[in-house]
């Protein structure tokens, strides 16, 4: 072994620890590669500072000044490429590239995210790819894994022990499939699931809220990205979420472009199923023109402490609905409720421009709503 691959190894069995990286930059020093020596320390010093830090400034300049036409530093395979601490961290590639590539490089670098295009017409040999196993955070969008079992396929094959975080966005799923992945090994290691752009429909939505495997999950990301009106979720699916015994450790939902209705975010407003719920994403839901215009039933929910976004943007808000948002006492504990783009009554958006917690309410740009 190497005294370069020996380094690597310690950098690739402790990814969270700066040390063994830094060690590695005294090597490269002592063997005549100052540059990368500097660039590792660089971005680990610039992963520890705040934004506002006045060090920010230059270390970002000398970040770039370092990394420019360094071809050499990245991997030997095509697709974009992101480094952090040093190294490659974050990586969008095709199957094929990943499959034919001379030399395995998902070890090659602490590879932590992994985004891979036509991964499902190569699944025997994608599930295969030596690194797969440290991968943490796999995005498999774009792909159709919901057709001729391949997502069956894939999670029986793929040895993804440190995957937590999942993106299955647009693959053609539907409740059949969400039932193979709550099923599957791996669900209950997930922290993050995203089914964006998947005609799960409520039945799927249900089956994501009964998952006895999803203990620990804490966030859900189920947007409707254009999905055909028959196959928004719809309340009956949000009821199932608000019951849920399982999901008790879920802090972010999205539900954004669907048609839950007004009784939709009552229920999670009232949800005793989900307690450590903290943000929800319901915009553009067609809210406030239902049988609740006025939002009496979400508004006058009992106070959740956990809550601190409500994302309500593209609604109707009615004169009535921003009086009782002006006064909301949610607000008190809320740090953001956002009403972008929605369509405002005469006075409306006035109104809780000058409300007591204005400073919380994201009102957008005044040209971007219609009067209603």
């Known amino acids: ?26 090597y490269l020093d002592e063997t005549n590669d100052p540059d990368r020596a500097e660039f590792i320390r660089v971005q680990i010093e610039l992963s520890t500072l705040d934004a506002d830090d006045p060090r920010s400034e230059w270390l970002e300049q000398r970040e770039q000044e370092l990394q420019k036409d360094r071809v050499e530093w990245r991997l030997p395979i095509r697709g974009i490429q992101r480094f952090h601490r040093g190294f490659v961290e974050t990586m969008a590639t095709t199957a094929e590239w990943l499959i034919g590539a001379e030399q395995p490089v998902l070890q090659l670098a602490p590879i932590r995210e992994l985004r891979v295009i036509n991964a499902d017409n190569f699944i025997p040999d994608f599930a295969n790819v030596p690194g797969l196993d440290r991968i943490e955070s796999l995005d498999l969008r774009n792909n159709s894994f919901g057709t001729r079992d391949r997502l069956a396929r894939f999670l029986e094959l793929a040895p993804l022990r440190k995957m937590t975080r999942l993106l299955l966005l647009n693959n053609q799923l539907w409740s059949d499939e969400v039932e193979v992945l ?12 995203d089914l964006s752009g998947n005609a799960i429909g409520n039945a799927g939505v249900a089956v994501l809220a009964r998952a006895e495997k999803l203990t620990g999950l804490q966030t859900l990301v189920l947007r409707s990205d254009e999905l055909e009106w028959r196959d928004r979720i719809l309340f009956e699916g949000v009821e199932a979420l608000a019951a849920s015994r399982t999901l008790n450790e879920l ?8 048609l839950i209705g007004e009784d939709g975010i009552a229920a999670l407003a009232n949800a005793t199923g989900l ?15 239902g049988d609740d215009p006025d939002f009496s039933a979400f508004l006058n929910a009992p106070i959740r402490e956990p809550m601190r976004v409500w994302n309500l943007a593209g609604s109707t808000v009615t004169g009535r609905a ?6 909301w006492d949610q607000l008190e504990t809320l740090t953001e409720l956002n009403l972008e783009q929605c369509e405002w009554a005469a006075g409306a958006r006035e109104m809780l421009a000058e409300c007591p917690w204005a400073d919380k309410i994201r009102l957008g740009d005044p040209a971007s709503g219609e009067q209603v």
Do not use: C
């Open 251 to 258: 802090r972010t939902l999205d539900l954004s472009s669907h």
């Open 322 to 327: 921003a009086e009782g948002f002006a006064v």
């Open 275 to 289: 307690p450590k719920l903290e943000r929800v994403g319901a915009s553009f839901n067609r809210l406030g023109t």
């Open 1 to 26: 072994m190497t005294e370069h691959r020996a380094f690597l190894n310690a950098i690739l069995e402790r990814p969270d620890d700066d040390l063994p990286r830094l060690v590695y930059a005294d």
């Open 182 to 193: 709550v099923a599957s090994q791996r669900a209950a290691q997930l922290r993050s699931l």
